[in-house]
Nanobody
Framework: QVQLVESGGGLVQAGGSLRLSCVASGNINIINTMAWYRQAPGKQREWVAG???????NYAESVKGRFTTSRDNAKNTVYLQMNNLQPEDTAVYYC??????????????WGQGTQVTVSS
């Protein structure tokens, strides 16, 4: 199958930056959408940003202008550059991908998440 592994989370002061990475591996033929979600304590998981294989990206209004997502298809990797972080950005960040497997079946996958904590 496919595994997604996030990295790059940590503690940062308000106004700081972090860069998250998500690497996909497994029985991959083509990765279509790659996206980032986050979940804060007591809240539902929310969509943050997403990108198509061709490089088109979009963002939640709450992060637009501060976060940038990019991807390296050759490395099966997606990034989330987070600038001007604020305490309300504190959450577990999850990588999500829709993947066409080598069997040509398309499935969706989630990573285990990486903690981002922003102090005021």
């Amino acid at each position: 199958q496919v595994q997604l592994v996030e990295s790059g989370g940590g503690l940062v002061q308000a106004g700081g930056s972090l860069r998250l990475s998500c690497v996909a591996s497994g029985n991959i033929n083509i990765i279509n959408t790659m996206a980032w979600y986050r979940q804060a304590p007591g809240k539902q998981r929310e969509w943050v940003a997403g990108s198509t294989r061709g490089g088109l990206s979009n963002y939640a209004e709450s992060v637009k202008g501060r976060f940038t997502t990019s991807r390296d298809n050759a490395k099966n990797t997606v990034y989330l550059q987070m600038n001007n972080l604020q305490p309300e950005d504190t959450a577990v960040y999850y990588c999500y991908a829709t993947v066409q497997l080598r069997t040509l079946r398309t499935n969706d996958y989630w990573g285990q998440g990486t903690q981002v904590t922003v102090s005021s």
